[in-house]
């Protein structure tokens, strides 16, 4: 994998965070995280494939929980999910986040 597709995934992973960490519930479905990471805002092209990739590893590193069908998968950060959303904890695979303002 290229350094930039490597720096895509890092932030990625990161901008999933950050929107359950911002979401009432800590908790979103593939299709609406496809959506976010393809905004204007966010603007990381990517696949619902890809989310549901991300969110796979995710889970396995114990950042989310993921509850559903492969077709309709719903993810919900945990608390350490939180942390790394934050600043207040960092992985080496996930983008540190910029100071908020």
């Known amino acids: 994998m290229s350094d930039y597709a490597e720096t895509l995934r890092r932030h990625r992973r990161l901008a999933i965070l950050r929107f359950l960490e911002a979401s009432p519930t800590y908790t979103s479905n593939v299709s609406v995280l496809t959506d976010v990471l393809n905004s204007d805002r966010i603007g990381i092209d990517t696949s619902r494939d890809q ?19 492969p077709e309709f998968l719903v993810a919900t950060a945990t608390s350490r999910g939180v942390d790394l959303a934050l600043g207040r904890a960092t992985h080496p695979e996930i983008q540190r986040p910029g100071p908020r303002r």
């Open 51 to 69: 989310t549901a990739t991300e969110l796979g590893w995710l889970a396995e590193q114990g950042f989310v929980g993921l509850n559903g069908k």
